[in-house]
Every structure is written in C-alpha cells, then in structure tokens.
C-alpha cells in the first residue's frame, strides 16, 4: 500500500476515533489511547502496524507517518476541545431564566 493511501486510512481513523471521544482525558492520554488503537505496536519491537479493514492485512507504519499521526491527532483534537468550549459558553447565554415569582399574585 502507498503512504498516500495508507494516510488518508489513518486520516480517518482520526476523524472516527474523535467522534466519541472521552473529555475527561488529557490529550496526551487519548493520543497514547488512539495509538494503540488505531496503529498498535503488536510484538513491542517499536514497529507500529495498521490493520487494512478491506483486505484484513497489517501494514508497517514507518516513524515519517507516526510523527505525521501524531501532529494530526493533536491537532484536530484541540479544534474539537475549542469548538467544545465555545458551544458551552453559547448555551450559558441562551439559558437565560425569567424569575416569574414576582408576578403571582
């Protein structure tokens, strides 16, 4: 498989894998999770392998497409968590309360 083709799996595998993210964890504790969902080191030789879904083979990933993982996952991670923090603060000022205890009577 070319490296082209192998990232835009991995690519998406990113995009799949923070969709349902946990946003109790650090950053550095999912990306740690993701690689070793996503791109595993099997045999603990430091050779990272990604399982093909169409064809069921493991492709070796070389340092380049890691180090290239890596920055991607950080990345879109911190674009998610600003998006994350702008939806919150939006929801404070809609969720303005009328106190109607006044006008009983």
Do not use: C
Not at 19 to 28: A, D, F, H, P
Not at 52 to 78: G, N
Request: aromatic share 10%; no cysteine.
């Amino acid at each position: 498989m070319d490296s082209k083709k192998l990232w835009l799996k991995i690519s998406g595998s990113i995009n799949y894998y923070l969709q349902y993210y946990s946003k109790r964890m650090t950053n550095e504790e999912l990306l740690k999770d993701y690689l070793e969902y996503a791109i595993p080191d099997i045999e603990g030789d430091g050779v990272h392998t990604y399982l093909d879904k169409q064809t069921l083979e493991r492709v070796i990933v070389d340092d380049e497409m890691m180090d290239k993982a890596k920055v991607a996952f950080i990345e879109r991670l911190e674009k998610r968590r600003a998006k994350e923090v702008n939806v919150k603060e939006e929801n404070k000022v809609l969720a303005d309360v009328i106190d109607i205890s006044k006008y009983r009577k």
